[in-house]
């Protein structure tokens, strides 16, 4: 039965739990965040490993998980009768704490379930239809009293919810909500504002990043400060300036004041915690616009950098810039993963920081020094009028890049002299080169793309044996420069649009096209790369060459438990997500495009790739999967769906 948030229901419900509960058998101690069963942060825990140590579901078990249930927000009567209320990609994460499984949807609803058969205990809807809604999670706050969700909505609202009931929590904000909007340093483009991802609890401080749009015409944008709210009251504690303002740290990488009117370097993803220090690590993307910096000349620091700030102050404690005056649309996209581990003998509390452009960052997380050596490399520089590139990157000696980067002509596909032909001709038409090769106004292609590589799904870590699993996939961007119309735009030069594509529509790259690599933190180096997915092999092109699998251009959704390294296969939303957005129907081809990906569970062994299994599933994996333990069974939970297609939570479990 759906219960509904009227008060009477919501008093019946937390009587029933408090009854449910007097009646249960006293444990012999009181449960905590965390525990073996259960999954209370986005990652299980504020590290970001996507570790359990749970291991009822085995290599010798596993091809018998089945669907045990599937679960869909109520029916919402204004979403039904607003079909231009449009959600994003399904990317919500499920929390699992104290026996109950809190839900999310695109549209920021909250729903409390049964995690055992995913029957509805409670809803919450604060009603953000308007904004193309988007929502990658929830966090968790208790005192040992007081139990809250929080949740960011993409119209710019930070919302408490009270996680007994499903009630706004009393004394949060106005009504359980703060506006986001109203403390920006410039919000005179508040549409341009939100928040998608989830926040971070640290101690009694709530850690909020934002979403801001890099589609505008206008470098006047907001800049994605980062702020800290009281957990209990959501008062603004502190903001940390991602773009420096005058007398500031670092504002003289802002050359000719660009400072005064740049916006974006945003937290946009998920960030990760340590309470024993009191930090909070966050990754900062790429400044207005993404790809021209001639109106911000310098290396606008802090965008594209790791930083790390003391939660409680918002005082910054170090930092590293990953890149120097971005131009590639290449945004820290997920959040760093905090690892214990032992380097020559040396026993290091690290942060590793996965990025698009398919390096491994890693860093002493208490000092920020480097692990192993970074080096400043000459890269090539730009020779459109106004630009200044950075005259260096940085680059990691170790560990070894997950993905490729950079173009050359070996990196074509050459399955056949045919298609190495086709290949060659394809690319005669685009600028490309190695890695941090700027933009042009000619057309180019730069890999990986600006989707990365890694993306917001990031990383797991297994703390027993340090390994570092890092899905990503071989995808180029395209594009090139053009003069905007004066009348629309302010910039000198913005993203022109560039479309390439391989011969008889297959990847213009050498496989794998998708793939999870696995790296070991001790020593720096890859202990195995698997394809994920089998890829185009049956293409009317290389149906007659037996090829090995080749991966698809996914971004793989992974948790690792005790036993099994376990990925869902996330599928190609874009063009749903540009057909829905300029009202049109997909083309044929189109349609095929989103169909032709496997939606599958892969299944590897951890310690060397192989895969053990795929489970067939009714559609693609979207959310990151979450597993946790009720009424003796093990469950692996995730989201399928969104954009055309109906959000679903599916969970999967041994018959």
């Not at 809250?148 to 499903?166: E, F, K, M, Q």
């Not at 400043?376 to 106004?386: H, N």
Request: with cysteine; glycine share 10%; proline share 9%.
């Amino acid at each position: 039965m759906h219960l509904k948030n009227t008060p009477t229901r919501t008093l019946m419900t937390a009587l029933i739990i408090l009854l449910l509960s007097a009646c249960a058998p006293v444990p012999d101690e009181i449960p905590v965040a965390g525990k073996d069963g259960e999954w209370p942060e986005y990652s299980r825990d504020k590290a970001g490993t996507k570790y359990s140590p749970l291991d009822q579901i085995d290599r010798d078990n596993v091809q018998d998980l089945e669907i045990a249930w599937r679960w869909q927000f109520p029916a919402d009567q204004a979403a039904e009768e607003h079909p231009e209320f449009l959600s994003f990609i399904y990317e919500a994460t499920p929390l699992m704490i104290d026996g109950v499984l809190y839900a999310n949807t695109s549209f920021n609803q909250v729903a409390a379930l049964d995690p055992a058969n995913g029957r509805t205990l409670w809803t919450y809807d604060p009603q953000a239809y308007e904004a193309r809604s988007h929502s990658r999670g929830m966090a968790y706050w208790t005192d040992g009293t007081e139990k809250r969700l929080y949740i960011n909505t993409a119209d710019g609202r930070l919302i408490s919810v009270d996680a007994l009931t499903g009630q706004a929590a009393d004394g949060f904000g106005e009504g359980g909500e703060v506006n986001l909007v109203e403390g920006l340093r410039r919000n005179q483009l508040p549409r341009e504002f939100g928040v998608t991802s989830a926040p971070i609890v640290v101690g009694d401080v709530l850690v909020v990043g934002s979403t801001v749009s890099d589609g505008s015409p206008h470098d006047k944008k907001p800049p994605g400060d980062v702020r800290g709210f009281d957990v209990r009251t959501g008062e603004e504690l502190w903001a940390f300036h991602s773009i420096p303002e005058e007398g500031e740290f670092g504002v003289e990488t802002w050359e000719e004041e660009s400072w005064k009117h740049t916006g974006n370097a945003n937290v946009w993803t998920l960030m990760s915690a340590d309470e024993e220090l009191g930090y909070v690590y966050l990754p900062f993307s790429t400044p207005t616009n993404d790809w021209y910096g001639g109106h911000r000349p310098g290396d606008n620091l802090f965008a594209e950098s790791l930083v790390c700030l003391d939660a409680k102050t918002g005082e910054r404690v170090w930092h590293f810039q990953i890149i120097h005056h971005g131009l590639w649309d290449w945004d820290l996209p997920a959040a760093p993963n905090l690892i214990d581990i032992e380097v020559d003998g040396r026993a290091i509390k690290a942060v590793a920081q996965v990025t698009k452009h398919g390096f491994t960052f890693v860093f002493d997380r208490i000092t920020g020094e480097p692990v192993w050596p970074i080096e400043e490399r000459p890269v090539l520089q730009s020779t459109v009028p106004g630009e200044k590139t950075s005259s260096t990157q940085p680059f990691p000696t170790r560990p070894p890049p997950f993905d490729r980067q950079g173009i050359t002509e070996d990196d074509l596909i050459d399955f056949t002299p045919a298609l190495r032909q086709e290949a060659l001709e394809i690319l005669e038409d685009f600028n490309h080169g190695p890695i941090f090769m700027p933009p042009t106004v000619d057309p180019f292609v730069i890999l990986p793309s600006a989707g990365g590589g890694a993306n917001w799904n990031g990383a797991a870590f297994d703390p027993e044996t340090n390994l570092l699993y890092i899905p990503s996939n071989t995808t180029p961007s395209s594009n090139r420069l053009v003069a905007p119309d004066p009348a629309v735009s302010n910039f000198r030069y913005q993203a022109g649009g560039a479309r390439i594509q391989g011969p008889q529509g297959l990847p213009l790259f050498k496989p794998p096209y998708g793939r999870i690599t696995a790296v070991n933190m001790n020593t720096g180096e890859i202990q195995w790369m698997s394809p994920l997915g089998d890829g185009p092999v049956n293409h009317p092109a290389l149906s007659d060459l037996d090829l090995p699998r080749l991966g698809w251009p996914l971004h793989g959704t992974l948790v690792v438990t005790k036993t099994l390294l376990v990925v869902g296969q996330r599928g190609r939303f874009f063009p749903y997500l540009g057909a829905l957005s300029s009202g049109r129907e997909l083309t044929p081809e189109q349609k095929d495009e989103v169909s032709r990906f496997e939606p599958t569970l892969d299944v590897f062994d951890k310690a060397t790739g192989e895969l053990i299994w795929a489970m067939d599933l009714p559609a693609n994996v979207t959310g990151s999967p979450i597993t946790y333990m009720a009424d003796g069974k093990q469950f692996i939970v995730f989201a399928v769906g969104g954009a055309a297609m109906h959000e679903e939570i599916l969970a999967v479990a041994l018959p």
